[in-house]
C-alpha cells in the first residue's frame, strides 16, 4: 500500500492510497492496481481492478469520480469568473498511449440542482449590444439555477481539454 498526502495526477489529488502488486518479467512491468482512491474538490476519484504492463502499446482504466463540488473544482482550479453550486459524479477513461494521456468520452453528471453564474467583467456590455440572443445569454448565465448539469470530457492525447457543459433549466 502506497500513501500520500497530495498526488498531482492530471489534477490535485488530496490523501491519495493506492494498493496495487508488481510483478517484473524480464524488462516488461505489470503492475495492477486493486484500488486507488484520492480527494478531488471536496468528493473523491477511485481506479479500480485497473492493470498497466510496460510492454502494451497502450494502457487504459476508468477514473470513477463521486460528490465532487462544483464550487471547490472551480475554486480549486482558480477559474476565474464562473461560480456555481452542486455535486458532481460520474466516469472519465484515461489511455495512456505512445502520443501521450487521452480522456475520450468522460462525463460528469449532478445529482440535483444547483447554480451557475457567471461574472463577464468588462466585456459585458459588449456582450449585450451584440444582439437580442447573446444579450439573453448573458443575462441568463449571471445566475443560471439549473435542475441537471452534464459535463462531456475529451482530450486528444496530443490535443487541448474540450469540455461540452450541458444545462436543465
Known amino acids: 500500500e502506497l500513501t500520500a498526502r497530495s498526488v498531482t495526477a492530471g489534477v490535485p489529488l488530496e490523501g491519495g492510497r493506492a494498493r496495487f502488486t508488481a510483478e517484473a518479467r524480464g524488462r516488461e512491468l505489470a503492475v495492477h492496481i486493486r484500488e486507488a482512491t484520492g480527494g478531488l474538490a471536496g468528493g473523491t476519484v477511485l481506479v479500480e481492478d485497473a492493470r498497466w504492463n510496460s510492454a502494451a502499446r497502450s494502457n487504459a482504466f476508468d477514473v470513477r469520480v463521486r460528490d465532487v463540488q462544483l464550487s471547490r473544482l472551480l475554486s480549486d482550479w482558480h477559474i476565474e469568473g464562473i461560480s456555481g453550486t452542486g ?83
Request: aromatic residues 4%; charged residues 20%; without cysteine.
Open 87 to 169: 455535486r458532481l459524479s460520474g466516469v472519465v477513461p484515461v489511455r495512456f498511449g505512445p502520443e501521450g494521456i487521452a480522456v475520450e468520452d468522460g462525463h460528469l453528471d449532478t445529482a440535483g440542482p444547483g447554480v451557475i453564474q457567471v461574472d463577464w467583467g468588462s466585456a459585458r456590455e459588449t456582450l449585450v449590444g451584440s444582439g437580442e440572443q447573446v444579450a439573453l445569454t448573458v443575462r441568463a448565465l449571471e445566475n443560471f439555477h439549473y435542475d441537471s448539469l452534464a459535463v462531456g470530457i475529451d482530450r486528444p492525447a496530443d490535443g487541448a481539454l474540450a469540455l461540452a457543459v450541458g444545462l436543465g433549466p
